[in-house]
């Protein structure tokens, strides 16, 4: 017998039977939905001002839901450095 391939260790190649198959029924994930925590970057931070949108209610009125901004350090950092320019 010939060896096989490489690929055949990622790809079931011989039609042996899957030791791990799909479950017979997919759930939806229950823990996504509003309100909604949205990670904000610092492009979309700079998109609002140019554009004199509030932030929050622009993510409300796009996800129709209730929005938390989440802004993370590296952020405010960033922010901070182009206020100066």
Do not use: W
């Amino acid at each position: 017998m010939l060896p096989l391939p490489p690929y055949c260790v990622f790809h079931n190649v011989r039609g042996d039977p899957d030791p791990n198959p799909a479950p017979e029924k997919t759930r939806e994930p229950q823990a996504l939905g509003p309100p909604y925590h949205v990670l904000v970057d610092t492009n979309f931070l700079n998109f609002s001002i140019r554009n004199k949108l509030e932030v929050v209610k622009s993510m409300m009125d796009c996800l129709y839901a209730k929005c938390t901004p989440c802004v993370t350090d590296c952020v405010m950092a960033e922010l901070e450095k182009l206020g100066s320019k």
